[in-house]
């Protein structure tokens, strides 16, 4: 295949793309099931697959839920970091983000010092990404020590995300956090959309046809369902989540 931001570009040229997120852990996630979500969102739509989680993540595991998402889908296999600890050749690139708004270093940049020379012996293609995390923020803003930005505090949400551009990351993501009670609101996602240059990625909470096209309307170039994938196994509900993601 072609280079992974290639990819994920040129897709973002034509329309809004939709990212399916799923964890590792295998408490949480088999590799039959990983098999099983894949053949399904392929089905539905999805353009790629994120593969991460707040805890629990390993080499291991990554590589395996890599390794069944790309057999049964044929589609990218992305990763989404959570530690410096857990890495594999096994994905076809991953988001090398930073949290902007942590208060802990190790995830705004110490943490991807120590993990860089592993990434380019390994030959991973990595996209610079700013990862802001809006509140409630849920586990993810807890681990890494975040102070989430406002769910009404637009200006910040802007400030974060011009931030981003000006240091030169290639994609910003405001994240809600996994299993949200709201998603990031469409008056954020247009002030951001409106102040950047470079995609626009939001995920967190997005559980309907109906946030899914708000979140499209407003300038997201790329929607992450994440909970929402791993627990609907309903083929006609997804669709109408990716369709309305996508505008199709």
Do not use: W
Request: charged fraction near 20%; aromatic fraction near 6%.
């Amino acid at each position: 295949m072609t280079g992974l931001k290639e990819y994920l570009f040129e897709r973002m040229k034509k329309g809004t793309i939709h990212l399916s997120l799923l964890d590792p852990d295998p408490e949480k996630l088999s590799e039959d099931k990983a098999k099983e979500i894949a053949r399904r969102m392929k089905e539905a739509g999805s353009d790629a697959f994120m593969i991460g989680g707040s805890t629990g993540v390993t080499s291991e595991n990554l590589g395996a839920t890599a390794r069944a998402v790309k057999e049964a889908s044929g589609l990218p296999a992305i990763y989404f970091p959570s530690n410096p600890k857990a890495l594999t050749p096994e994905v076809d690139g991953m988001f090398f983000m930073s949290i902007l708004n942590s208060t802990n270093p190790l995830y705004i940049s110490h943490g991807h010092a120590m993990v860089a020379p592993y990434v380019a012996k390994l030959g991973i293609e990595a996209i610079p990404m700013a990862y802001i995390i809006i509140e409630p923020g849920m586990t993810v803003a807890k681990v890494t020590e975040t102070e989430c930005v406002k769910h009404d505090d637009v200006n910040t949400a802007v400030g974060y995300a011009l931030a981003a551009e000006m240091l030169g990351m290639q994609l910003v993501y405001l994240e809600a956090g996994s299993g949200a009670d709201r998603p990031v609101s469409p008056e954020m996602i247009a002030a951001v959309k409106k102040a950047i240059h470079v995609p626009l990625i939001i995920g967190g909470g997005i559980r309907t046809p109906e946030a899914a096209e708000a979140a499209r309307k407003a300038g997201a170039d790329a929607i992450v369902t994440g909970t929402f994938v791993e627990q609907c196994s309903d083929l006609n509900i997804l669709e109408k989540v990716v369709h309305a993601a996508k505008g199709i």
